[in-house]
């Protein structure tokens, strides 16, 4: 399919809300704005969220992985919200009584279901690094954020849209 689209249009700071809906309906609206993903994706990804939590406890700096279907996207995009405050989110693979306070929101709109499972190991990585996710919720430059992401994700592989 296509390229990944991820530039500092799809990096938003200080996102605010009260609820971890608020966040994915911002969040997902501006996708749709861009018409990256159908006017579906942001109903599709909340109520996903609602049956496969995607909170992971992974330190002093919690992660959402929020993703959906791929009829729902029209370009393969990865959108990074920084929230304001944490937002309660259910743990994955927990029950819906646990929670973790999120800080950072990685919302993945993928075209092809091979390339979110090579990204979604990509992230894993760098969740599991406290220094990279410190440096994410502490800059307040997109350019920043896109560079320091681009670099440990390597979404120069993910662009090109090879198939292995």
Known sequence: MGELYFDESVILLNVEGDSKEAILAKMGQNLADKQLVKASFTDAIIAREGEFATGLPTGEVS???????????????ISVGILKDPIDFCVMGGDDSETTPVKVVFMLAMDEAHSQLSLLQKLMQVFQNQETLQQLVNSADKTEIKQLLEAKLDLAALKGGESN
Do not use: G, R, S
Request: charged share 20%; no cysteine.
């Open 63 to 77: 992660v959402a992985i929020p993703h959906t279907d791929v009829e729902h996207v029209n370009q393969k995009t």
